[in-house]
């Protein structure tokens, strides 16, 4: 079994052009450990992997029984910013990306 490492640093991660060897054709994804006290970043992550992963690297969704490769990682920081926001003269502040 390949055995796929994901290192998520905050909530910045992406995937990298390209695909697994022509081996890999089913992914098994594993909800990730979580060292932080943002519990609801468990769910967040392993849904947007289990949407966007398989479609980009062109593999299709298996149980971890069944999977040629197995992604599990662990969030161990998580730090919260927004890069994106806007305030208006009230001093309320809209956050538009977190």
Known sequence: MFIV?????????????????????????????????????????HEELVQTLPRARGVNNAGEDAADAVVRGRI???????PLFRSDQLGQVDVLQR
């Open 5 to 45: 490492v994901l290192v998520a640093g905050g909530c910045n991660y992406g995937f990298r052009s390209g695909s697994f060897p022509d081996h890999i054709r089913t992914v098994a994804i594993l909800p990730f450990g979580n060292d932080t006290n943002r519990f609801e970043l468990t769910q967040e992550i």
């Open 76 to 82: 161990v920081r998580y730090d919260l910013t927004s």
